[in-house]
């Protein structure tokens, strides 16, 4: 079955450094991938996503590349702040499923130290 | 506020007994979803409605669970005779669907479930 695969936190940086949070995923067909974030006491919010191979997700200096050759989609961003400490989890859409519901991996918790 | 509202946010209850959950959706959105995230995991599916229609159940949604969206507005999820395993935290997420293309599912703060 469709899975998703992120590196296991947490990964605390300090400020102004580059991150780097792997995913890789499995699934059949052409998935659509996500990055969602969940900043302490509150819900998940879309950060980016890309829905066909090569496509380059970006939001708030967060990117991440489709690459369907090493089924990856790791989250980069060129350097962190304190406020982007928060769980990070990578998801997957299956393509042309009717329902669009979201398989996630197991979060990676990211903590910014200034 | 117009995002996805849940309720409670809490909720302690004792081994056997039946808890509800309501989620209430943004309001022009037609899809409504369920997930349970448990400590250390990401959410998993339970299960989604496009309006009033319940289209897929997970096979986690055991016959314990039961969830409905009577007028295709909010919907309550229901556990009946309530296990330890059953604590978790359990999402609402909302979406519209337009020609079949994907639009992103916004989610609700939760409901903690812990069972004693």
């Known amino acids: 079955g469709n899975s998703v695969t992120q590196m296991e936190g947490p990964v605390t940086l300090s400020e102004e450094a580059f991150l780097t949070i792997n995913c890789t995923y499995t699934?059949?067909?052409?998935?659509?991938l996500f990055w969602y974030v969940q900043y302490p006491g509150e819900g998940l919010q879309l950060l980016l996503k890309a829905t066909k191979a090569d496509d380059k997700g970006s939001n708030k200096g967060f990117e991440a590349t489709y690459r369907k050759e090493t089924t990856s989609f790791h989250l980069e961003k060129g350097s962190v702040q304190v406020s982007d400490s928060a769980v990070y989890f990578c998801?997957?859409?299956?393509?042309?499923?009717?329902?669009?519901?979201?398989?996630f991996g197991t979060g990676t918790l990211l903590a910014v130290q200034p | 506020d117009t995002g996805v509202s849940q309720d409670p946010r809490h909720k302690i209850t004792k081994r056997g007994q039946n808890v509800t959950f309501r989620c209430d959706p943004i309001s022009e959105h037609n899809r409504l979803y369920w997930y349970r995230q448990t400590l250390g995991q990401g959410p998993e599916f339970l299960t989604y409605?496009?309006?009033?229609?319940?289209?897929?159940k997970s096979r986690l949604l055991s016959d314990r669970f039961s969830a409905e969206r009577p007028k295709g507005s909010f919907s309550t999820l229901e556990i009946q005779r309530t296990e330890q395993g059953d604590s978790a935290m359990y999402l609402c997420a909302s979406s519209s669907v337009s020609g079949g293309s994907y639009n992103e599912q916004f989610f609700g703060p939760g409901t903690r479930l812990t069972v004693l």
């Open positions: 409605f496009q309006n009033e229609a319940q289209l897929e």
């Open positions: 998801a997957l859409s299956e393509y042309g499923g009717a329902t669009n519901k979201l398989i």
């Open positions: 699934a059949t067909g052409y998935p659509s």
